[in-house]
T-cell receptor, first 116, second 112 residues
């Protein structure tokens, strides 16, 4: 069964360092998303991406964050200069159709980011 | 704004026990409601959904009914199995947008 895969599963970095989290969405999906969950808190929407551009982003997704689909298969989240409060589990998701039509997103296992 | 409140876990049950995980929401407009489940080592996956008031979503023996009057979408299962051990997330979406608002998740552990 097709699945969304994420790498790395866990990354430890120093504050101020750049981090890139990678995701391979399901191959025939067109819509891509990043969510994150700070330990003990809610899963929060970060950004959605369609047709090579951001379609929606949250207040959390400031200038330190960027997303890219560099090669038609990978979907990456970059954090330019990490802060302690960026420590969280980051979930990538994809969907074939506009979410509003089906309500179903397919999620990866998550990448745990720890900023020291 | 939109928000989802779930009962805190972890919830520990014996096999064949009855399960209820409470979920209430606050939303602008008329939300669609979802339960997602994350099994150990896997990504979140859609368990069930309901798109309008009084709808009942069901899957794998789990059920949840969209209660507009109490703004709730409680998850129930009559007889849980060890294989149901997972984290359960309640979520909503409004306005035809393409994002979900989640709760914190409730960890369920089922023991023999």
């Amino acid at each position: 069964e097709p699945e969304v895969t994420q790498t790395p599963s866990h990354q430890v970095t120093q504050m101020g360092q750049e981090v890139i989290l990678r995701c391979v969405p399901i191959s025939n999906h067109l819509y891509f998303y990043w969510y994150r969950q700070i330990l003990g808190q809610k899963v929060e929407f970060l950004v959605s991406f369609y047709n090579n551009e951001i379609s929606e982003k949250s207040e959390i997704f400031d200038d330190q964050f960027s997303v890219e689909r560099p090669d038609g298969s990978n979907f990456t989240l970059k954090i330019r200069s990490t802060k302690l409060e960026d420590s969280a589990m980051y979930f990538c998701a994809s969907s074939r159709d506009m979410f509003a039509n089906t309500g179903e997103l397919f999620f990866g296992e998550g990448s745990r980011l720890t900023v020291l | 704004g939109n928000s989802v409140t779930q009962m805190e876990g972890p919830v520990t049950l014996s096999e064949e026990a009855f399960l209820t995980i409470n979920c209430t929401y606050t939303a602008t407009g008329y939300p669609s409601l979802f339960w997602y489940v994350q099994y150990p080592g896997e990504g979140l996956q859609l368990l069930l959904k309901a798109t309008k008031a009084d709808d009942k979503g069901s899957n794998k023996g789990f059920e949840a009914t969209y209660r507009k009057e109490t703004t709730s979408f409680h998850l129930e299962k009559g007889s849980v199995q060890v294989s149901d051990s997972a984290v359960y997330f309640c979520a909503l979406s409004t306005g035809g947008g393409n994002k979900l608002t989640f709760g914190t998740g409730t960890q369920l552990k089922v023991e023999l």
